[in-house]
């Protein structure tokens, strides 16, 4: 869509919609903020705003007026498509893009892009790492912290761009098509968002939407319900597998992480030179293997800049030891899936710190995998009755409530031992007491640091 002239309302005024506001500005469309929480006040929004986007602002009620005018809608993702006001425009026939597919509409070059309910920020690092050891031209964006639409004019015909991309993202794509696609997996999340598994798994595969049979896409074998997509989509799969030797993928054989192509078999790396801990970080550089390799990037420089990545804040980051008890900060871990790949790290007797923002999702399994290695699960939050009614549903009684994050840190230090480690993985969203994950992540390591 040529964008010059055009009258967009950007949907959502945080970090994102800003972005999207600036970029339409500079291709020469109007873009108009608004912002649906009635207690929004316009003129805070207006001084966010960067003056070169000319950006007019609406918080509560959008004018008639307004809603008939438009010519696009960029909605931000924390817009949920099934409310009534964005169905209106739908029913009006004005296009509802998310800020990604704004950002590709307006980028140049090549897009990698990486989704899953886990691993995608530690994926989306290692493999914009690769890229740019690599490549001259490349942007790391998305999910991972930088918006999509802050970077897009800046980026060449000779760019690679590497985005994690949320489900929230792909709900309203249209034409975006990364020459190399990757879902690492798909596990119980974002409900109360899309409300059944089958939405969820739907417009999660949207990824692959408008991609050729010349491009690829990146599929966790060990996955049943992407070894069933991977049967009868355009892309070419690239097959990653932890647990089984594949006719053709990449593979992990004992510790020897292996890429099986029609013509050869390359060893590529050994865990043990890996600085990330755990099967499931195993996987997340499997799939960026693939994803490089499927770009062209030759093995030799996939190996080094593999060797040299480090594990990414908030995803197991050893935080410090204190007493001889080992920190690590996983509040990236905002579902039980993404949990339980924390419990599974760790190599020694566990204190965990876990609850937050209810997002509904059952814990049974989460706390299923703690397989001894728990010795007191420590709760806070909107979830912590939850969880602790379900541990002690399944035999698991080493349950303490704890009023907010602080009190459960030094909690944990008075009842820790020598050797033990204190995991902060909470299995839920960090809404209602923090900002996000990364602001939860990174009181936990001061109140450590304060110990």
């Given at each position: 869509?040529?964008?010059?002239?055009k009258?967009?309302?950007?949907f959502?005024?945080g970090?994102?919609?800003?972005?999207a506001?600036?970029?339409?500005?500079?291709?020469?469309?109007?873009?108009?903020i608004?912002?649906?929480?009635t207690?929004?006040?316009?003129?805070e929004?207006?001084?966010?705003?960067?003056?070169a986007?000319?950006?007019?602002?609406?918080?509560?009620?959008?004018p008639?007026?307004?809603?008939?005018?438009?010519?696009?809608?960029?909605?931000?993702?924390?817009?949920?498509?099934?409310?009534p006001l964005v169905?209106?425009?739908?029913?009006?026939g004005?296009?509802?893009?998310?800020?990604?597919?704004?950002?590709?509409?307006?980028g140049?070059?090549?897009?990698?892009?990486?989704?899953?309910?886990?691993?995608?920020?530690?994926t989306?690092?290692?493999?914009?790492?690769?890229?740019a050891?690599?490549?001259?031209?490349?942007?790391?964006?998305?999910?991972?912290?930088?918006?999509?639409?802050s970077?897009?004019?800046?980026?060449?015909?000779?760019?690679?761009t590497?985005?994690?991309?949320?489900s929230?993202?792909l709900?309203?794509i249209?034409?975006?098509?990364?020459?190399?696609?990757?879902?690492?997996?798909?596990?119980?999340?974002?409900?109360?968002?899309?409300?059944?598994?089958?939405?969820?798994?739907?417009?999660?595969?949207?990824?692959?939407?408008?991609?050729?049979?010349?491009?690829?896409?990146?599929l966790n074998y060990?996955?049943?319900?992407l070894?069933?997509?991977?049967?009868?989509i355009?892309?070419?799969?690239?097959w990653f597998?932890?647990?089984?030797?594949l006719?053709?993928g990449?593979?992990?054989?004992?510790d020897?992480?292996?890429?099986?192509?029609?013509?050869?078999?390359?060893?590529?790396?050994?865990?043990?030179?890996?600085?990330?801990?755990?099967?499931?970080?195993?996987?997340?550089?499997?799939?960026?293997?693939?994803?490089?390799?499927?770009?062209?990037?030759?093995?030799?420089?996939?190996?080094?800049?593999?060797?040299?990545?480090?594990?990414v804040?908030?995803?197991?980051?050893?935080?410090?030891?204190?007493?001889h008890?080992?920190?690590?900060?996983?509040s990236?871990?905002?579902?039980?899936?993404?949990?339980?790949?924390?419990?599974?790290?760790?190599?020694?007797?566990?204190?965990?710190?876990?609850?937050?923002?209810?997002?509904g999702?059952?814990?049974?399994?989460?706390?299923?995998?703690?397989?001894?290695?728990v010795?007191?699960?420590?709760?806070?939050?909107?979830?912590?009755?939850?969880?602790?009614?379900?541990?002690?549903?399944?035999?698991?009684?080493?349950?303490?409530?704890c009023?907010?994050?602080?009190?459960?840190?030094?909690?944990?230090?008075?009842?820790?031992?020598?050797?033990?480690?204190?995991?902060l993985?909470?299995?839920?969203?960090?809404?209602?007491?923090?900002?996000n994950?990364?602001?939860?992540?990174?009181?936990?390591?001061?109140?450590v640091?304060?110990l």
């Open positions: 869509m040529e964008l010059k002239g009258k967009v309302l950007v959502g005024a970090k994102s919609g800003l972005g506001a600036l970029l339409l500005g500079k291709v020469g469309a109007f873009p108009i608004f912002d649906g929480n207690a929004a006040d316009p003129e929004i207006r001084k966010k705003t960067d003056p986007c000319h950006a007019a602002v609406y918080t509560g009620e959008l008639e007026e307004i809603r008939s005018s438009l010519d696009l809608v960029v909605t931000s993702p924390g817009v949920p498509v099934d409310i169905q209106s425009f739908y029913t009006q004005i296009p509802v893009w998310s800020e990604v597919e704004l950002a590709y509409q307006t140049k070059g090549r897009v990698l892009a990486i989704t899953g309910t886990n691993g995608k920020t530690t989306t690092a290692l493999t914009g790492k690769i890229m050891d690599a490549c001259p031209s490349v942007f790391v964006v998305g999910n991972i912290g930088t918006p999509y639409t970077m897009a004019l800046e980026m060449k015909e000779d760019s690679v590497v985005a994690e991309i949320s929230f993202q709900e309203t249209d034409e975006f098509a990364p020459q190399v696609s990757a879902i690492l997996n798909i596990t119980e999340d974002h409900l109360n968002r899309h409300h059944t598994m089958e939405e969820y798994i739907r417009v999660k595969e949207l990824i692959t939407k408008n991609q050729t049979a010349e491009e690829f896409c990146v060990e996955d049943e319900v070894r069933e997509f991977g049967k009868n355009t892309p070419k799969v690239i597998s932890s647990l089984r030797r006719e053709r990449i593979f992990l054989e004992g020897q992480i292996i890429l099986k192509t029609e013509q050869e078999e390359i060893p590529v790396v050994k865990t043990t030179e890996l600085k990330l801990l755990g099967r499931h970080n195993h996987e997340n550089v499997m799939a960026a293997i693939a994803m490089a390799f499927a770009a062209g990037v030759p093995m030799d420089s996939i190996r080094k800049s593999v060797c040299e990545f480090t594990a804040a908030h995803r197991i980051e050893f935080v410090e030891e204190k007493n008890v080992a920190y690590y900060n996983d990236k871990g905002t579902n039980p899936d993404a949990a339980i790949k924390g419990i599974q790290a760790m190599n020694r007797p566990t204190l965990l710190i876990g609850g937050g923002y209810d997002k999702s059952s814990y049974d399994e989460w706390i299923e995998a703690f397989d001894g290695k010795r007191y699960l420590v709760l806070i939050g909107q979830t912590r009755e939850k969880i602790r009614d379900a541990a002690h549903r399944l035999g698991f009684t080493n349950t303490i409530l009023e907010d994050l602080k009190e459960a840190v030094e909690k944990c230090a008075s009842l820790a031992e020598p050797g033990d480690a204190v995991l993985s909470p299995a839920c969203a960090s809404w209602g007491q923090f900002d994950y990364e602001q939860r992540g990174d009181m936990f390591k001061e109140f640091h304060a």
